[in-house]
Structure formats: C-alpha cells, structure tokens
C-alpha cells in the first residue's frame, strides 16, 4: 500500500510544527515549508523546504505533486501587541494574502485533493464581542462583517478565497476558525506572544510577593484550547464531508486577570496583578461548539489547567535555560 502524503505549510510554526509530529505518527510521508525551522525541536518532517510563500514560483517548486492533505497554516500573525497596535497591518494583509492566492493557485495546478485552511475567531464581528460575559462566536454570526483588526479582515477574505477555489475548481477546501491556541513550544516572548505563554513567561520571571502587569482592567475574556486539541480537531475536520467554516476551540471562557490566577495556582506562586493600558482586542470571545458537535461528532473536552501545567512547566524550563 502506497504511503500518504501531506504537505504542512507554516511547518516551522508552533501549530505545523505539532501537526507534522502528529501526521508523522500516523504515517504519512510530511513536507514542511516555512521560512524557518521549528524554533524549539527538530522538526519531524521528512522533507522541510526553506522559502518564502509569497513567492509564486516557490510555492509552484513545493507543491510538486498530488499531495493526499495539504495543510496551509503559513501567515503573518502573533499576539495582541502585534496585531492590535496599528503598525502591523500592511505587512499582515499583504504577507498572509499573497501567500494564500499563491498556494491555492499553484494546488490547482496540481489537481490538488484537499486543502485545510487556518483562519481565525478574530474575524468575528466586534460589535458581537462588547460583552464579555455573553460574546457570539456562532459560525453564522460572521456577517455583516465587523472585524476588529486588519488581522481579522485578511483571514475572511482568505476563508472566502478558498471556498471560491472549492465552488470554481473542485478543490475539497475545509476551513476552521482557531480560536487562541497555546501550548509547549509555542511563542513565548519576543512580541508576538498571545496571552497564556506572556502570563506564564511574567510569573515564572517575578520575584516572590512581585506583581506583574496585564493590559487592560484584566476583565475581557477569551477561551484558550490546548494544542493537542487543535491538531485532533484539524485532522478531524479534515477528514469529514464538512467544509466549514468550524470553530475549533474551548468553550472554558475566563477573564484574563482569571487565566493569570489560574497560572499563579499551577506555580504555587502567589503575586499581585498591575493593570495597566494597552492593546486588549475585543471584550469578550468564546468559542461556540454546536456546530463542530453537530458536524463532526466531536469537540474539544480538555480543561485549560490540564493544558497549562505543561505549558508553564515549558516556559519555565526556558526562562531557566535561557539564564544559564
């Protein structure tokens, strides 16, 4: 019996990386392409390609076959102090764009089977997520448009790129909307860092009886989902007769100065909390499952503590490793 194929795009990202170890274990021959290995781990990947995806004749030499599952992850994104502050955008919408009308134009040219395509909860309308205690995150609440940042923009326009190429070409497109992703190996400072990894990063680095800051009054909320979780739920959906969009996320909602309590517990260290300004994004956001139950049959039970004491653990080995 002839191996299985699959291309992961964004392999030397946090996620690819975790999906390609994950594919691998099921037996598949992986190509990873990034324009950088996997910063924390050898990557698993048979074949991983350096190179830019917003070169087209780069994407036309990687996608060389019939891939069995094409996986595209590959984008310009990071935390709130990346997408929210305004400076970003440009790079972001045309980065993630020209990657996306590249990858999806060279896989048509290979008869591409089946493409998987990473967007994100930020694409929801803000007007939707002024609570913080009752946001909707329902998959058909995403029109009229309203995104909150150029970020969530460019990742409807995508979704929307790829479901054409599905109408006009015959390309079995799934797409989900990630919803705040965390995990070992993961971003963990620098400034592209999203919520949980900053946390666990600033409590592992306080002083005993210290405090750290969290912008804003620390009261908006979100829902985090553990790594494992993403992977078992991308894999799932792409393997189903549902194209999407899907949310893939927690329904565990908790308020941010919540989540830094959360990782203080885990610590055993208690500290104080500094609110201070700074970008925050929507009020509330939470990911609502009936559709990818109803879908798929399945959906995301881990509980975030169960996925932060490794991901603390994690960030606290490199902040040790990193002092040495």
């Excluded at 970003?88 to 999806?104: G, V």
């Excluded at 460019?154 to 015959?170: C, D, I, P, T, V």
């Excluded at 739920?233 to 908790?254: A, K």
Aim: negative net charge.
């Amino acid at each position: 019996m002839s191996t299985k194929t699959a291309l992961v795009c964004g392999a030397g990202g946090f996620i690819g990386s975790h999906l390609v170890r994950r594919l691998k274990q099921e037996g598949f021959w992986v190509r990873g392409v990034d324009l950088k290995f996997p910063e924390f781990s050898e990557t698993a990947a048979d074949d991983f390609v350096i190179g830019d995806l917003r070169d087209f004749d780069f994407c036309r030499a990687v996608i060389d076959r019939r891939f069995d599952e094409v996986y595209q992850l590959a984008a310009d994104m990071g935390g709130a102090g990346y997408i929210f502050i305004g400076e970003n955008d440009a790079d972001i919408m045309h980065n993630s764009a020209t990657i996306n009308l590249n990858l999806l134009e060279a896989a048509r040219r290979r008869a591409a089977r089946r493409i998987f395509y990473s967007s994100s909860a930020c694409m929801y309308p803000a007007h939707n997520q002024e609570d913080p205690d009752n946001p909707n995150c329902a998959e058909e609440s995403a029109y009229p448009a309203a995104p909150d940042s150029e970020y969530g923009w460019e990742k409807l326009f995508s979704e929307r790129l790829f479901l054409a190429y599905q109408r006009n070409h015959g390309i079995a497109v799934r797409v989900a909307r990630y919803h705040n992703i965390f995990g070992p190996e993961g971003t963990w400072t620098g400034g592209k860092e999203k919520a949980p990894a900053a946390l666990c990063r600033k409590i592992a680095a306080a002083p005993a009886g210290g405090a750290i800051e969290i912008w804003g009054d620390g009261q908006q909320t979100r829902s985090f989902l553990y790594i494992d979780e993403c992977v078992e739920g991308t894999l799932r959906l792409m393997r189903s007769d549902f194209s999407g969009p899907v949310n893939i996320g927690s329904q565990e909602m908790v308020s941010i100065n919540g989540l830094a309590e959360m990782i203080m517990g885990i610590a055993e260290k208690p500290l104080g909390i500094n609110n201070i300004p700074g970008p925050t994004g929507v009020r509330g956001r939470n990911s609502d499952n009936r559709l990818i139950r109803e879908k798929l049959g399945w959906a995301p039970q881990r509980s975030l503590a169960e996925g932060l004491a490794p991901t603390y653990r994690w960030i606290e080995r490199q902040l040790l490793r990193n002092a040495a």
